[in-house]
């Protein structure tokens, strides 16, 4: 990957809607070679996918809650029981295997502590866990999904 892919992923992350050749007008490059440099990162799977950012409050999702867990049971068969399940849980947008004292962490949105609630018992009911805590945000204070690509 060179200077100029960096580039293209740059102008796609601000804004993917935009013509191959004004991509290529902002990198330098006339439309073709643009066009296959933007086939090319998404065949390596560099660009996984294109997709609209939604606010989420104007869709009726107020909330986003942090959901750290702590489990006994660390075998294969309950980690994959328990991804399977919050895989398939569209409340969730993020879900990590952690590092340290939280065994995994959701990032999980509801429309509200009622919606939210109704997630908890779902999520309680699936498999055995240690400790579940959940942490509400207050303010989103920065969102992005640009990576810093340099």
Request: charged share 25%; hydrophobic share 45%.
């Given at each position: 990957?060179?200077?100029?892919?960096?580039?293209?992923?740059?102008?796609?992350?601000?804004?993917?809607?935009?013509?191959?050749?004004?991509?290529?007008?902002?990198?330098?490059?006339?439309?073709?070679?643009?066009?296959k440099?933007?086939?090319?990162?998404?065949?390596?799977?560099?660009?996984?996918?294109?997709?609209?950012?939604?606010?989420?409050?104007?869709?009726?999702?107020?909330?986003?809650?942090?959901?750290?867990?702590?489990?006994?049971?660390?075998?294969?068969?309950?980690?994959?029981?328990?991804?399977?399940?919050?895989?398939?849980?569209?409340?969730?947008?993020?879900?990590?295997?952690?590092?340290?004292?939280?065994?995994?962490?959701?990032?999980?949105?509801?429309?509200?502590?009622?919606g939210?609630?109704?997630?908890?018992?779902?999520?309680?009911?699936?498999?055995?866990?240690?400790?579940?805590?959940?942490?509400?945000?207050?303010?989103?204070i920065?969102?992005?999904?640009?990576?810093?690509?340099?």
């Amino acid at each position: 990957m060179d200077s100029i892919d960096r580039k293209i992923l740059t102008v796609l992350q601000e804004d993917a809607s935009l013509s191959v050749a004004e991509i290529g007008n902002r990198v330098g490059l006339s439309s073709t070679p643009c066009w296959k440099r933007i086939q090319r990162l998404e065949g390596d799977g560099v660009i996984q996918r294109r997709v609209a950012v939604v606010d989420q409050s104007k869709v009726g999702l107020g909330i986003t809650v942090y959901v750290s867990v702590e489990t006994g049971d660390h075998s294969q068969e309950w980690l994959d029981r328990f991804a399977k399940t919050v895989e398939a849980m569209p409340e969730v947008m993020e879900f990590y295997r952690m590092a340290g004292d939280v065994d995994y962490m959701l990032r999980v949105v509801a429309a509200d502590i009622a919606g939210y609630d109704t997630f908890y018992k779902k999520l309680i009911a699936t498999v055995p866990l240690k400790n579940v805590t959940s942490r509400f945000a207050m303010e989103k204070i920065k969102s992005t999904t640009a990576l810093p690509i340099v």
